[in-house]
């Protein structure tokens, strides 16, 4: 995965609340045997209406997917990350979600912003008012700010999630950080255990 320091662009304003993994990705689209191609799934039993957001031009080319609260609950479906991802979104703000999820989206480098309900009742208002809206997300100092509105707030995000998000590590990469530590106990290992 890649590293994420900063995150910075517009948002596609997603006004609805206890959006599920099954609405982000539906079912079908899990019988696929490659990692690709669920961008095209994103939200498709929506994505039919005419008026859906994403068929929006206004919001075409954001990075930013600004939730309700509630966002990602339901299944552990990674698949809502992986869709997420490919369709050009690198963070998700939402006053809440769904634990599994935002499990999922810091180990596939998905940034997601848990902010206080004011400032994402702030920022969906800001969006949809103004789509050229400019969002910046700083992983470091976990913050996220709306200067065109003076808009700075923070978020929480623990030292070993910021560490795992600004060194682009996944949980292989995490392992092979400890290598020396694998190799040494393998070596003292008797050789009946191997």
Aim: no cysteine.
């Amino acid at each position: 995965m890649e590293p994420v320091a900063i995150v910075q662009g517009t948002a596609v304003p997603l006004d609805r609340s206890d959006v599920d993994t099954d609405q982000i990705i539906p079912s079908d689209w899990l019988k696929r045997v490659e990692r690709t191609g669920f961008e095209k799934g994103l939200f498709s039993e929506w994505r039919d209406g005419e008026d859906f957001v994403l068929n929006n031009e206004d919001y075409a080319g954001a990075n930013i997917l600004l939730g309700g609260p509630n966002f990602g609950t339901g299944s552990s479906r990674e698949h809502a990350v992986w869709a997420i991802q490919q369709y050009g979104f690198a963070a998700v703000i939402s006053p809440r979600f769904g634990p599994i999820f935002k499990n999922n989206s810091t180990k596939n480098g998905l940034v997601p912003v848990e902010v206080d309900i004011e400032t994402a009742e702030a920022l969906m208002a800001a969006v949809q008012a103004d789509p050229t809206l400019e969002i910046t997300i700083d992983v470091e100092r976990a913050t996220v700010e709306a200067p065109a509105i003076g808009l700075s707030s923070t978020f929480d995000l623990s030292e070993s999630i910021r560490h795992r998000l600004l060194n682009g590590l996944d949980d292989i990469g995490l392992t092979l950080q400890q290598v020396d530590k694998i190799d040494s106990f393998e070596g003292s290992r008797p050789s009946y255990m191997a």
